[in-house]
């Protein structure tokens, strides 16, 4: 808490000197933060809520501005003379607005303590038991069962370069990998090392390392090894990175907290690095890393000798895998590796094989093939052939996904930079944007979304690889060694037939029609099928070395596969071509390669449960088990889809087939599937039908909050919903024995019939305590039939099974969060007076209401702060005066007296301080109560007493709020004895449920006045609302408030994406059930009828029916039962638009609660200023639809807009739970707290850290990871290393295309930081492009009128401005302008600013009274906001003054002319050239980022009061107890070596 109070003060200071981006707005500033309440102190628990929903977290957010990255760095100890750098975000991320609770602060675990991590060398350690077969379609499959062999990682971590974790793909496609130990996956991160023309990293010193995650899954792209040679090159290779190293960091594991302090104290007073491993009881190891790369020489048949780097920790495999990506060797794929004619093992540590060493000659040896090899090797060169073919992105199959950066930057940015001459040629840059990107253009095309990659053009190699029908070779062949039979015609056409045999591959004589098997003359038998079509077809030797060329040119980023599948809404019409892998995959049994164990499909139960068994004690253990749970959740979710796909679509046979279609059940590839319908009547109460669609989601929430709880010994299913087609599906891990049982046998705790039949287990009640507290559950007795009292930790409906693996499963977690009284109507309950002034409680459509963990989090974080505040004030008022205290403690205060005194006494700011040591006597006092010390005087008893009662806490010595999820169920009772709790219980619900309307509902509303909170898109919207527990129920009164709200133009945007959201969200529910009634063969038709009636401006659209002669009136009668709608299937053919219309408004009506007054697409898009082209994008995102990409033309009366051919598919819409990596997270956390404390060189160094982790843990493609690269390329920026800068946001914006999609709001704002990087390298044309990108696509998604859009504009003017566009700038200068007087009001400093930049441009226009004018505006602003005397408006009025002198100086000139005709004797004008500095300078400022020259004065001033505040921190926190975090800051602050002032700054970049 100290530590706020000097960030306050200091931030103050840096105010006061120079007023940072947008800070005209006095309660920007954070408030003083209080340490979290006890009950957040988990980490987990602060995870948990924080986090689940925060994708892009860029600094943790302080109380108030809680929004992107800090609006700017506080503290600016021991700067150097002059010079303080403070790098404020501008609303860095529009999706990541913190909360509005501030986060606690980052807790690292105990076994980390603090600092960077130190390498953790090569402790081998055992993997998840897993068993590893290759099995037929080369797929490396593990099982999870015990007694297998174990898998190994070696992790060297290094806190020096950020070293993405390059997964390295499996070589080939066909081996997709099971799992993420498995020695096969072969995912090693290369440390360093440069990229080779060949497409892979060679490791530095430093050595390989087997990075997690699935990064390597499902790619059919060979191994893309990602590094940072750069990096490398620029720090000392360290050898051993203990050395250099900030004192007291030893990776100390397994240590209590306080032993870890302990060891780090002495650490420090010795200055050594090695705690003493005996000095506590504990047996901890220090791992250090003694591992150096060596080279060694790899000769491979036909090609000359190469050499490799590699490290011992690596296997041989590995070595593999190099080898079938490298632009030479990729077509090999069935050889081995021999040491002096001995064959390596795959599976040996380099550093175990004998006679290996620096410069050994490795040898590449031709095998013979097997049928398995023959295949892997045939779907191989498949893969390489289609290495740059897109269409496996827009079909949206095996996790690849689109990117387009390199069609703005012309390739890699990093070699660009090399090619072109610095910024010297600047006259031959096209400035001139598309028509569509101007201001004020109102076309909106669609087609410019995905352009066309020049790479995509295929080079054509074959027409036709096929398997041809003569498979699989008779007997008398297979005894001649054939394998199977391939058919391929070539470009030249010609038709041949080939064996691949197993000695290789070889011409036959068979045709289409004849079977001859024998060679062919000449039968050119080679080893590898591409060296016998270079022998047959110049052509295809000729295109295929140029594509395997362009492959590994590539960035690795564009081909690695993502973690879960990403859908692209539109898709260019692509023709199908032959493909017969793709082929073979439909229609053999597909349950997907990594399904395939010879025997058995993947027990999927097993895998999830053993993963979360793995041991957990160290960093090195918890990184293993998290890559490993994360590994088997993606790879389960992937299946999970395409079953329930296939359940949709009839592929699947029920387990009930007698049944009715919507009463049935499937299991495919051990995974369960049941469809959101009310089956037995078990929802009835709950609202039927509706109450079963949302079951799913409530309980995948549920099982979110358990998983990141994490109990040992307490297990969930793994669940996956899917939105498909009209109909949800609920796809989960079956639990072993369930089937073979009654649900009534199996279920020992909890109730399977809402309550009325309850059981009981000691077991489950003794695990189900240990998430009581995280989870805010509060334990409870209830009733059953027999009227016995039954004690549960949980809502009735979560029931307890024991399966037969012996495990504790708890399942129906739909009610883990308490009801939301606001929609939940009970008899003889009076609400809250907030609660009945905005119209509740209302009749929801359902019983099953929840709220959101954010928000019950929020909630009691809240109440601690009344809890501290009351607490505080009656200890301040005993002291002040006894009698006094004794009589106010005798009246007792009511919670809302307590609160308004207590505001008063913060408002008054002499108070201040003592209020704040009361609040930490407070602390002091409640810790000593709860340790139940006798010495605690009655009195202060008493005061605990009282704060806790007011506040609704559940104990009397501790505050301890928690809810009972049962209150208000129906058909559930409660005994007599706790009749009282059960009041309490009510009356905090009610509390909770006007806290959301009075407390975070503004909340939310103030933020996005603030623009601390900037959502671009209906997700965006949603995510800020959940982040703040806001559910989308509320949408409508959120609106309403923005409606209500003064100044309520200046949301205009929230209210835009509100209506809009509301509309998409209404017609989405009409949609679903649509659907359903619609079977197949007109499912093309439907869709494009449903859009022309939402959108199309035409008045009568007439949907198509499949033509007469496909619909055979027999068939009919005999599949009926097999459509799961109506039996009708041609309803959905007579809706109108005035129908649709009138039903999205009774639906907003009656869902929202707002009301619409719209007939057709047309009035809404005119009344709410509304796009339809972004109503199109919300609602294919929100249903899953794909469209053809081509413009639209909404507008014209005469035809429909859409036709069926434009439906190009529909994809399903997935939930399901996102791992995470917990220690990186308290890495990255710190890291941001560090940049926000101004320590930019600690914090660089944690969040490298932190990112090496999560590469370890997800991969390399990660939401988590490109946040982490976001912010490293900032902080490389602000430390003036431009390149590395470009290089990681590079990174972040192919990871944010890939990850989010490639018009996601966040990959908006990641365009935007990479042309600041651009163009501060020099790279001007491709800044501008990448900003005239940033701009198509925000026009695409909102629209102009958005804040956002005039820092594009901004950006895009200023940049204009550089290269002498004058005209073309001041479009985009005056609309930024125009848009900024709107949404930050007339008078702010943004607005001056604004004017500033344009007055600049017209002075290079010698237009003088322009900008004249401009700069008087902005003189104006800064003399009224900051004074005469403040150095800005100083400025301001020398600026005035020089533009007066030129005016007069040119007046004059024109007079003489005038005069004296061609004789004038005229005076040299000075017009400026802006030159590049000063631009970027100002584009550093209104991008947020600032160099702040500061006097020495300031400085001494600065540094008395940062050690003045230390000292009194100190006195504050002798009492406490620190968090190792806390302490770490402490430490850093009192050497004087780390503050700031150790970072080569560059001033300004003159």
Known sequence: MGNSAAMSCCRRVTELLFPARGCSLPHERSPLLLKAPPSAAGPVDALGASWGSVPFPDVIPSAAAGGGLQERLECAQALPEGEAVVAAACGDSCSGAGGAAPLPAAVLPTDLEEGPLEPLGCAVLPAACQCHVKHEDGAVACSAGPGAACGVLTCSMQPAGPRPGAASLLGDGSQRAASSESPDTAQSVRTGGALHGHGVAAPSALGWEKAAGRGAVRSRNPRAAVQQSKQQKRRKKRKLLLLEHPPGVALVNGSGPHESLKGEKDARQNGHEEADAGEDGNDQEVIVIQDTGFTVKICAPGIEPFSLQVSPQEMVQEIHQVLMDREDTCHRTCFSLQLDGNVLDNFAELKTIEGLQEGSLLKVVEEPYTVREARIHVRHIRDLLKSLDPSDAFNGVDCNSLSFLSVFTEGDLGDSGKRKKKGTEMEQIDCTPPEHILPGSKERPLCALQPQNRDWKPLQCLKVLTMSGWNPPPGNRKMHGDLMYLYVITVEDRHVSITASTRGFYLNQSTAYNFNPKPANPSFLSHSLVELLNQISPTFKKNFSALQKKRVQRHPFERIATPFQVYSWTAPQAEHAMDCVRAEDAYTSRLGYEEHIPGQTRDWNEELQTTRELPRKNLPERLLRERAIFKVHSDFTAAATRGAMAVIDGNVMAINPSEETKMQMFIWNNIFFSLGFDVRDHYKDFGGDVAAYVAPTNDLNGVRTYNAVDVEGLYTLGTVVVDYRGYRVTAQSIIPGILEREQEQSVIYGSIDFGKTVVSHPKYLELLEKTSRPLKIQKHKVLNDKNEEVELCSSVECKGIIGNDGRHYILDLLRTFPPDLNFLPVEGEEMPEECKKMGFPKQHRHKLCCLRQELVDAFVEHRYLLFMKLAALQLMQQKANKQESSDALENGTSPENGTAESEKSESDDGKTDDNVTGLDQVKELAETIASDDGAVDPKSREVIRNACKAVGSISDTSFDIRFNPDIFSPGVRFPESSKEEVQDQKQLLKDAAAFLLSCQIPGLVKDCLDHTVLPMDGATLAEAMHQRGINMRYLGKVI???????????????????????????????????????????????????????????????????????????????????????????????????????????????????????????????????????????????????????????????????????????????????????????????????????????????????????????????????????????????????????????????????????????????????????????????????????????????????????????????????????????????????????????????????????????????????????????????????????????????????????????????????????????????????????????????????????????????????????????????????????????????????????????????
């Not at 945007?1053 to 063969?1081: C, D, M, N, P, W």
């Open 1040 to 1550: 309403h408030f923005i409606t209500k709200t003064p100044g309520h133009a200046q949301l205009d945007h929230i209210f835009k994406i509100g209506i809009s959201e509301l509309i998409t969200r209404s017609a989405k529910h009409i949609f679903k059930t649509y659907l359903q009634g619609v079977e197949l063969s007109g499912l093309s038709a439907a869709i494009s009828h449903f859009l022309n009636c939402f959108l199309s401006s035409f008045p009568n659209p007439i949907a198509h029916l499949p033509a007469d002669e496909l619909v055979s009136k027999k068939k009919n009668k005999k599949r009926k039962n097999r459509n799961l709608g109506n039996a009708d299937n041609t309803a959905w053919a007579s809706m109108t638009p005035q129908e649709l219309w009138k039903n999205i408004c009774s639906e907003a009506k009656s869902y929202f609660d707002f009301s619409i007054e719209c007939e057709n697409a047309d009035q809404a898009a005119e009344m709410y200023n509304l796009q339809k082209i972004t109503l199109l994008r919300e609602i294919s995102l929100k249903t899953g639809v794909q469209i053809l990409l081509k413009e639209y033309n909404f507008d014209n009366r005469h035809k429909p807009t859409f036709t069926e051919e434009d439906i190009l598919n529909i994809f399903p819409v997935v939930k399901h739970v996102n791992p995470k990596a917990s220690d990186a997270f308290h890495f990255f956390q710190s890291g941001q707290a560090k940049v926000q404390q101004g320590f930019l060189k600690e914090g660089c160094e944690l969040i490298n850290e932190a990112l090496n982790l999560f590469n370890n843990v997800y991969g390399a493609m990660h939401v988590e990871i490109c946040a982490c690269l976001r912010l490293l390329a900032r902080l490389n920026y602000i430390m003036g290393d431009y390149s590395e800068a470009l290089s990681n946001q590079q990174k972040a914006v192919l990871m944010s295309e890939r990850v989010l999609g490639i018009e996601h709001p966040n990959t908006i704002q990641e365009y935007m930081h990479l042309a600041l990087y651009c163009f501060a390298n020099s790279q001007l044309s491709i800044a501008l492009n990448l900003l005239y990108r940033a701009r198509y696509l925000m026009l695409l998604v909102f629209g102009e009128d958005h804040p956002e859009m005039a820092l594009l504009d901004n950006n895009i003017g200023l940049v204009l401005h550089g290269v002498m566009e004058y005209d073309l700038s001041l479009r985009f200068l005056e609309n930024a302008l125009a848009i900024s007087s709107k949404y930050h009001g007339s008078k702010s400093l943004k607005v001056a600013l604004s004017h500033h930049l344009v007055a600049r441009v017209y002075e290079s226009k010698a237009e003088f009274r322009s900008a004249l004018q401009h700069e008087k505006e902005g003189y104006t602003i800064y003399k009224n906001q900051l004074g005469e005397h403040h150095e800005k408006t100083k400025e301001s009025s020398e600026y005035l003054k020089y533009l007066t002198q030129q005016a007069v100086a040119l007046q004059r000139t024109m007079n003489e002319i005038y005069k004296n005709g061609s004789n004038a004797n005229i005076m040299p004008l000075k017009f400026t050239a802006p030159n590049m500095t000063s631009v970027l300078e100002q584009l550093n400022i209104i991008n947020g980022i600032l160099f702040i020259p500061l006097s020495q004065k300031d400085l001494e001033n600065l540094k008395a009061e940062v050690q003045r505040r230390q000292q009194l921190q100190e006195s504050m926190k002798s009492g406490e107890q620190l968090e190792p975090e806390d302490r770490a800051g402490e430490d850093k602050e009192a050497e004087p070596s780390m503050p700031s002032a150790a970072i080569p700054l560059t001033q300004s970049p003159a």
